[in-house]
């Protein structure tokens, strides 16, 4: 049992017990992450009045600081105290529900757009961009497409792989139109298939609402994928790809949320090429309040997507989960190296 010793010594020194009763409340920099606001069943009135109660109880117990003064931030790591955060992944359409309830109470989150769903879900482009074609590719359960270019190269996703055959299509068509024409031409299920995967995402119609009421907005990636393992080409195309649009449509973005946002994700190579794409920093989901000049792997708190009565609510928020949750990745480590000692 020489592993469970170590388990306790190491949980008490190390994780977030040390982050939560060592760190005190007022020097943590608290960043919140949110996909849905409504439980399963809730009505929207229902989630409104929560949201509406979690939103004053946030603005009274937080500084609550908007994207750009978060960014301001982060390269002296000189935060007001008790800074908070809030970010929403996705875009999923509720946001569209609630975000008057935060601007109620002077709360300006920011939202992290999947591009490629976006440009599905906006019926005004007039036909399928490369990004939402990529991401089409990516999430297609059916992975039988077969794709000719002109040029010779075939790309067979189902023999290939999805992931190096995806990286094939965006070398070849992130900068050429022609190729992109010819990849629109026989993506001929296109319509029906990213109908299904993106209605229930805002249209940029919908996110320029948003900003003007205060949103800001940062990349969540062009094709929502698992960024660690693709090539170099790749990563440049959805860093440097959705960064450009979000510009180009919001005139700044400053923020990257890694999709999925595991340690898995993240790497040094990730984070090179990040940081040559112009980002001054990228969340990952793992939880924590410390940002130890880890600028590309900020960590934020999950907010699961139920409905959260006001004790587990506020509990959440101030990192209640985090001893537990870095108590279970110990165990998982320390089980992987001692697999047999406990019989
Ligand atoms: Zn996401």
Not at 96 to 109: C, E, H, K, R
Not at 120 to 132: D, G, I, R, V
Not at 272 to 283: P, S
Request: aromatic share 10%; with cysteine.
């Amino acid at each position: 049992m020489h592993w469970l010793k170590q388990l306790g010594v190491r949980t008490i020194a190390t994780t977030g017990v040390q982050r939560l009763f060592m760190t005190p409340f007022e020097s943590q920099v608290t960043s919140l992450l949110f996909h849905r606001f409504f439980g399963p069943g809730e009505s929207v009135s229902c989630g409104r009045e929560r949201i509406r109660k979690m939103c004053g109880w946030l603005s009274q117990k937080f500084t609550v600081l908007n994207a750009d003064q978060f960014a301001d931030c982060l390269p002296t790591q000189e935060f007001p105290e008790r800074t908070l955060l809030i970010t929403i992944d996705d875009a999923h359409k509720e946001v569209l529900d609630v975000i008057d309830v935060f601007q109620q109470f002077g709360i300006s989150p920011v939202v992290f757009v999947p591009l490629g769903w976006i440009d599905s879900a906006s019926s005004q482009q007039p036909e399928p961009t490369l990004a939402a074609m990529v991401t089409l590719l990516e999430h297609s359960d059916d992975c039988h497409w077969k794709l000719e270019f002109s040029n010779g190269v075939c790309v067979d996703l189902k023999s290939q792989g999805r992931l190096s055959g995806i990286d094939t299509i965006v070398e070849l068509c992130a900068n050429s139109e022609g190729f992109t024409a010819e990849l629109r031409n026989q993506l001929t299920e296109f319509d029906a298939k990213s109908r299904d995967l993106t209605s229930e995402f805002c249209t940029w119609h919908e996110l320029q609402s948003l900003h003007q009421m205060g949103v800001s907005m940062g990349s969540h990636s062009v094709s929502h994928c698992r960024m660690a393992g693709h090539s170099a080409g790749r990563l440049r195309y959805e860093f440097e790809e959705s960064r450009r649009v979000l510009i180009q449509r919001f005139g700044t973005c400053r923020l990257f949320a890694y999709p999925y946002g595991t340690r898995d994700v993240h790497d040094a190579h990730t984070e090179k090429l990040l940081h040559a794409a112009g980002y001054d920093n990228a969340f990952l989901v793992h939880a924590g309040f410390g940002l130890n000049g880890k600028r590309f792997a900020l960590p934020r708190v999950d907010i699961p997507d139920l409905e959260l009565n006001d004790r587990l609510f506020r509990a959440l928020s101030v990192g209640a989960q985090i001893p537990l949750i870095h108590s279970k990745n110990v165990f998982r480590k320390e089980h992987r190296r001692h697999p047999k000692s406990d019989q």
